[in-house]
Each structure stands twice: as structure tokens, then as C-alpha cells.
């Protein structure tokens, strides 16, 4: 095979002379690189590709003498970083109130883990034990924690990347001024441009300017990053994961991104131009559409009102709860207070976190689930003094939920505190986690009035009755005794991820049976109708806030099922309620019959989306 050298070029010229053209004709054509579809939204406009200077940390070994240096240079350094994210922070004022909302608490925790954190540390401790330079020690604990978070067996892993990408962003900062490398710069980007890079941090998209970026598309980044989540709370069309992107592109060069498709067009002919522009305009006119029913209520067309609320995982996601009409929060998670830390969140953290959230919402509610530990989650800060509920051959039946908190109450007591203290602020209910038996339930609200009273004698403001105590349905054993529960409970919320796990025992995150994971199968809908049918004979409040509820195509039958309150992720919100302003309640319940009369799944999937394409049709 012949090398193509300098030499044979010179030699012989003949071969290369329509090489040229033959480059210069695959750099005009038209190229379609595909990734995930991040920010919706269509763009054209000239590729401006960017970089960040490389930050150069070889690994290093100091001698004993320079410990103490290094120790001083890493102090520097988290000093410094501590100054740009404060900069950062106090940049944040131009920016959309969305992303403002977005990113703050995301700063808050860079500056937390840049002060006496986990991560500084372990790297002083690597500086003295392993005679590391500063920067090598960075890397090595930072890589150590990150993979330590990855390992945790937890249903969230979208939570997990987040986590360990964190502690990698802060490392990067580190290293980056420990080596003095400069930081990315956008203020050169031409207006219109489409940014095209290797990777995006969410310190590099708080930099970003909407009215000035047209669209960003990147390698490397996930859908459930902060990243992604900074670019949707900007309104820049996005797409990241594209395979190939930064080496097929070249600057000024003409370029669609299409962000709901997740897809780049890279120099378009002009036929893929004009199909551009028509998506422009559509999108332009469905955005419109989905934005008017934010303000609209839920309500079928035959004036059955719906509740559509949103789920909440960290409270950075509050800009997209506002933008997407939700009416409150039906469920927010409480672990992320517990999460990389490895002391336990006192009464005053829980409480700050929850006045932020309530006030956030003004007055529309929140269910606040308390801590949801133990079985596939696993928490530095909770492990001592328990044994690893993760470490067993069934992590999932272990002890975990309301189970692992009524063995630790002194948990639930801050906890409870902290919740009836928010509740004085707005409307709130909590949510018990996992409940299997009634006495769970009743066993938990004896703490929750117990601490009410001692609220009471210190004199703090609480609503006159306390806020309603419910609990998640989410195994078949509660949905059976759901009668039973609702005795003890104020109101259910069921689960449909966990419980369809549970009624199926397919684990989604195992590839060889995630297949048999539905939600559809008819043993999870006659749960679910037995556990709503059982709130609704005592008048009780019932919701269900697993993916079911964001599923468009699922909100009929649902409704048909009797449920009135449906809570999901909030992206999903507007399509829910363009869903429910087009139904009647009683062709949902006549659907839901029908469906319930199956015993296939397939059969019960083709009629779910027969319903849809009639109620489009």
C-alpha cells in the first residue's frame, strides 16, 4: 500500500491533481450528523467552532519538602475558583429569569464543593499520603468520588451522571488554574452563529448570549445534564452527542440545527434550506400554541377539571416547572439534600430548601416526598450506623423508604419539622415513601403530630390543621391493600415506575429484560385501578406521578380510570394539557372499559394509540 508522502507528491504529481477537487467537492457537500435532541427549536445560520485551550497537567510526584507548597498551591487555586464562580453568579443578572433560576443553585454547590468539601480533602490528603503534585491529586480524587457516585445502584442515573459531572466540572476549574490555562471566551461569536464544540460546561452556557447564539451543537453531553438543562432554560435550539460534529464542520460555513429533531445539517443544498425555513415557521407556530396553554386551565371538553403538576428532582428545575403551566409540584424528591455530603443536612438546610421551593410556586403546593433511601440509592452522609441496604442479593426488597425511616425517626423528625415550618409559607402535603402495610402509615404520623406539638410549645407558626400526610402506591402489596391504607393515609399517590417494576420484576436498567418492562401490561393497569378506586370510594385525593402521567398518549386512559390529578415531568406538562382540552370524560371512561376488558398487552398498546390517532383524526 503507498504512503502518501511529501517525496511521492513531488514525484509524482499526475495522481494528485484531481485530488483537490475531489476534497474541495466532499467538503461542499451536503453532511446530516445526528445526536440527541436538546433544546427544541430550529436554527440556520455560519458554524462558528470553538475550543478550549488545552489545560496541560501531566501527572507529578513532589518530594516530602514540597507538601507543604502543594497544599498552599491547591489552596490558591480552590481560592481563585471560588472568585470566578462568584463571578459568574454576579453575571447572572443578564441573563433570561429561567436561566437565572437555573443556574444558581448550581453555583451555590460549585462554591460549596470549592470550600471545605469532599474533594479538597481527599486531594490534600493525597498531596501528604502519596506525595502528589496539587493537580495530580485533583484529578486522582475527583476521578475516585466520581466513580464511586457512578457505582451507587440507583434508578436515577440521570441523577448519578449529574453528580459525578459536577465533581468533574469543579476538578477542571481547579486544574485549570492550578496550571494557569486560560478559560473559553465567547464574546467573539458573530451574531446568528450556530456554536459548534467538543463539550459544553454549564459555566460555558451561563456565558452564553440568546439574543447573539442561534443554535449549539456539541459531541459530547447528555439530555439530563445541567448543561442541557441551562440551554433549555435559555431557549437556544440544541443538539449534543453528535458524533463527528467538530471535525466535519469548519467555520463560516452554512449550517441547520434542528434541536427537536436532534439533528445537523451541515453546508444544506437547498432543498434541506427550505425544508428548514417550513420547520422554522412550524415550530415558530407551535410554540405559540404551547405557550398559550400555559395560561389556560386543564380542563376536558366537557368541563371536567384535570390537575397537571410537575415532578421536581433538584430545585434548579423550578425555571422549567414555571415555563410549562404547571399547577404545583405533585412530587418533589428529597434526596438530592442528602447527596455529596457526607454529614447530614440539619433542620435549617431543609428548610431553606423547601421556603425556596414553596415560595417558588406561590401558593399552587408542593408534595414533599420525604427521604426515599436504601435499596438501590446509596448516601455517604446516611451510611453510618446502618448496614448497606444494597449490598443483598434483592437491594430493591430491602430496607428502604418509610421501612429504613421509622428504624432511624430521628431522620423524619427533621424532616417533619422542617416541612410543617415551610407549610406556614404555602400549601404543602407529605408524602411517605414505599408504604407496604397500614401500620406504616399509621406509625409515621404519630412522629409527624408528635413533632407538630413540640412546634406548637416553641411557638413557631404552623397552619391550624397540619398538612395532609399521604402515601406512595408503588408494589403490588399496597395496591392490594390500598383499602386498608386509605384508612390511615390522606391521599395516594401512585407510582407506576416502581410499581410496574414490582408487579413485572424487570429491572428498566438491566439490558436483557428491560424489553419486558410495560406499563401496559394489564396486571399494572388493574392495580392501578384497584389503588384509584379505592381512594375515590373515600373521597380521598389520589395522583400518579410516574411516567404514565407525562405520556400524552396514556392521559386518556388514565382519566378514564377515574384519576383527576396527574403529575410528571415538567417538558411534558403543555402536551398533557393539550391532550386533556381535547377529551371528553365520558369517551375516556368508555375507552378505559374497553382497555380493561384486554388481557394482551399488544392489543391493549394497540388501542392506546388507535385513541390517539381518532382523537387527532
Known sequence: MKTDTKADRTEDPKPEKPAEPRRAARRSRELTVRGLPIAPGVAIGPVYDTTEPP??????????????????????????????????????????????????????????????SRLLRGARKRIETELLAAETAVTDEAEAIAQAILAARDDDKAGLRRRAGEVHEIARRLTRNLTQAGFRSFKDVPEGSILIAEELTPADAALLDPTRIAGVATEEGGSDGHTAIMLRALGIPSVLGAPGITEAAKRGEACVLDGTAGMVVLRPGEKALEAAREALAAHAKERS??????????????????????????????????QSGAHGIGLLRTEFLFLNRDTLPDEEAHFTAYRQIVEAVAGDGVTIRVLDWGGEKDMEALAEGMEPTHAGPNPALGLR????????????????????RAAALGPVRVLLPMVTIPAEVSQAREIYERVGKRLRRRGVALPEKLPPLGAMIETPGAALAADAIALEADFFAIGTNDLAMYTLAVDRGEAEVAHLYDPLHPAVLRLIQFATEAALRLRMPVSVCGEMAGNPRLVPLLLGLGLRSLSMNASAVPRAKQAVRSLTIDDCARFARRVMEQSDPKRIQELVMGFESGARG
Open 401 to 420: 423508604g418509610i421501612r429504613m425511616l421509622l428504624k432511624r425517626p430521628e431522620l423524619l423528625e427533621v424532616q417533619f419539622s422542617a416541612i410543617l
Open 55 to 116: 489545560a496541560e497537567a501531566p501527572r507529578r510526584n513532589v518530594r516530602v519538602a514540597d507538601v507543604e507548597g502543594e497544599k498552599q498551591r491547591l489552596a490558591t487555586a480552590a481560592a481563585a475558583s471560588r472568585k470566578q464562580v462568584a463571578k459568574l453568579k454576579a453575571r447572572l443578572g443578564v441573563l433570561p429569569e429561567e436561566a437565572q433560576e437555573e443556574l444558581a443553585p448550581l453555583l451555590d454547590a460549585y462554591a460549596m464543593m470549592l470550600g471545605e
Open 289 to 322: 400554541k404551547l405557550a398559550k396553554l400555559r395560561r389556560l386551565p386543564a380542563v376536558t371538553s366537557d368541563g371536567e377539571e384535570v390537575d397537571l403538576q410537575a415532578n421536581l428532582e433538584i430545585p434548579a428545575e423550578l425555571p422549567l416547572i414555571a
